[in-house]
C-alpha cells in the first residue's frame, strides 16, 4: 500500500449545512432503508451559521474504526453508521498519494480503518436537523476520501440510510426528497429545485425555544405514528402530494403568500398527526404556540403574510420572512416577547447574521426594554413579556450546500496522529 509502511494519514474535512422542512417527511414504509411514505421539501440553511464540520481519515496504522462527536467520542456500531459506511467502501475507487508516496487499491479499503471527527456548530437533538448535518457531511467527506464517482444525488441516497433529511443536506437552496417508488430505495433521493440565490431576499429566524434533548426521538415518533394515527396515511397519500406540486411551482414563481400558506399548514398538520397518535407525541411547548400566535395575527393584520413558521420534532421556531425589512419587524416583535434575562449579552442572545440586529435598530439591553408592544397583540389581551423561555434567537438565511475545507487548520483530526486535536 505504500512505501512509507504504515506511517502516512490521508484526511479529508468538509463542511455541510443543516436543513429545514417546509413540506415535512414523517413515517417511514421501510425501517432499514429509511423509505419515507411521502416527499418532502426543505431549505438549506446558511453554513456559516449552522452547519457540521466532520474530518475524516484513514491510515494502515489505525486499529479500528473510531468516531468522535463534539470532542466526545461515540460508538460505531449502530445500524445506521454501519449501513454509511458499508455503502461507502462498496463503492471506493482507487487513491494514489504520489508525495506521501502511496497508493490505496480499490480492494484494500475494505481491510482500512478510519477515524471520523465531527462538530455541530448548534444543540446536537434539540430538533434543529443536526443529524440531517451530520450524517450528510459523514457521507459527503468519505464519498471525497475514498474517491468516489457517484453524484450528489447517488450519494444521497446513501445519506439517506443514515438520517432522512440528511439526503436534502447534499444541495443548497431549496431541494425535494423524492419519496421513490423502488423497494430498494435507488429512486429514494434528493433533487435540487433552485440554489440558493433564486430566493436570496429571503431571511430566516430561528427561535431556539429549548436547547435540551427531547424526549421523544424522531425515529420512533414516526414508528408510532405510522402504527396508531387513522390521520397519518390521509396526509401521505391525499395532502401532501398535492402540496408538492403547489410548493414547487411557488419556490419557482417567488410567491411568498402561496409558499407561507403550504408551511405553515404543513407544520401545523405535521403536529396534528403527531398529536393523533397513541401516545400522543408533544414537540411543541407553550413558547412555541405563543410564536404561532405571534405571527398568525401579524399575518392577518397585514392583509397577507409577512412571515411563514415550520416547526421540527421539536419546540424551536424556524420564521422565513419574505424580506430583510420584514425580518428587522419579526426581530423586534420577537425580542419584545422573549427579551433576554437580565444578565444576558445580547451578541450571544441573537447570533448569526449580526446586522439584522443593527437594522433593527437594537443594540443594547436599554434598546430592548424601550421596544414597543407589537400592535397587532394589543388589541385584545397584553402582549406579554416573558424572559428565559427562548435560549437565542439564530438568524440566517438559504445557503449553498456542502463544501471541502483545504486549510488543515479547519481539519478535526491532528494529520500526525489521527487523533482529535
Known amino acids: ?252 414563481n417567488r410567491d411568498f403568500s402561496t409558499f407561507a400558506h403550504l408551511s405553515c399548514s404543513d407544520s401545523n398538520q405535521f403536529h396534528a398527526v403527531c398529536l393523533d397518535t397513541s401516545p400522543p407525541i408533544f414537540y411543541m411547548n407553550d413558547t412555541s404556540h405563543r410564536i404561532i400566535s405571534l405571527v398568525e395575527k401579524w399575518n392577518r393584520s397585514e392583509g397577507t403574510p409577512q412571515v411563514a413558521y415550520t416547526f421540527d420534532a421539536g419546540p424551536n421556531a424556524a420564521m422565513i420572512a419574505r424580506n430583510r425589512k420584514v425580518a428587522t419587524l419579526l426581530l423586534q416583535k420577537l425580542l419584545y416577547c422573549f427579551p433576554p434575562q437580565a444578565d444576558a449579552d445580547l451578541d450571544s442572545y441573537v447570533i448569526g447574521d449580526k446586522s439584522l440586529l443593527k437594522e433593527a435598530g437594537v443594540g443594547t439591553m436599554n434598546d430592548v426594554d424601550a421596544l414597543a408592544p407589537p400592535p397587532e397583540l394589543t388589541t385584545s389581551v397584553p402582549a406579554q413579556r416573558t424572559k428565559g423561555d427562548v435560549s437565542y434567537f439564530i438568524c440566517t438565511r438559504p445557503g449553498k450546500g456542502p463544501v471541502l475545507l483545504t486549510d488543515e487548520n479547519q481539519a478535526l483530526l491532528d494529520s500526525k496522529t489521527g487523533l482529535p486535536k
Not at 6 to 24: G, H, S, Y
Not at 155 to 172: E, V, Y
Not at 174 to 201: Q, R, T
Request: aromatic share 6%; net charge neutral; charged share 25%.
Open 1 to 252: 500500500m505504500g512505501e512509507q509502511g504504515e506511517n502516512w494519514i490521508l484526511m479529508v474535512t468538509a463542511q455541510t449545512p443543516t436543513n429545514i422542512a417546509v413540506i415535512k417527511y414523517w413515517g417511514k414504509r421501510d425501517e432499514s432503508l429509511i423509505l419515507p411514505i411521502n416527499s418532502s421539501i426543505s431549505v438549506t440553511l446558511d453554513p456559516s451559521h449552522l452547519c457540521t464540520t466532520t474530518t475524516v481519515s484513514v491510515s494502515p496504522s489505525f486499529k479500528q474504526d473510531c468516531m468522535w462527536l463534539n470532542g466526545k467520542e461515540i460508538s460505531l456500531s449502530g445500524g445506521r453508521f454501519q449501513r454509511c459506511l458499508r455503502e461507502i467502501r462498496s463503492r471506493a475507487c482507487d487513491v494514489e498519494d504520489e508525495k506521501k508516496g502511496f497508493k490505496i487499491a480499490k480492494k484494500d479499503w475494505e481491510k482500512l480503518h478510519v477515524h471520523i471527527a465531527s462538530y455541530n456548530n448548534f444543540p446536537t437533538a434539540a430538533g434543529l436537523a443536526s443529524s440531517a448535518a451530520g450524517f450528510a457531511c459523514l457521507v459527503f467527506s468519505l464519498a471525497k476520501l475514498m474517491n468516489l464517482k457517484e453524484d450528489h444525488g447517488q450519494l444521497s441516497a446513501i445519506a439517506r440510510q443514515g438520517s432522512g433529511s440528511a439526503c436534502r443536506s447534499l444541495f443548497g437552496g431549496f431541494v425535494k426528497w423524492d419519496m421513490g417508488k423502488e423497494s430498494d430505495g435507488s429512486d429514494s433521493i434528493a433533487i435540487p429545485l433552485v440554489d440558493e440565490k433564486h430566493w436570496d431576499e429571503l431571511v430566516i429566524v430561528i427561535a431556539v425555544v429549548s436547547a435540551h434533548q427531547k424526549e421523544t426521538s424522531s425515529t420512533s415518533g414516526m414508528r408510532d405514528t405510522v402504527e396508531t394515527s387513522p390521520l397519518i396515511q390521509h396526509r401521505a397519500k391525499e395532502v401532501v402530494p398535492k402540496r408538492i406540486v403547489q410548493m414547487e411551482e411557488a419556490i419557482s
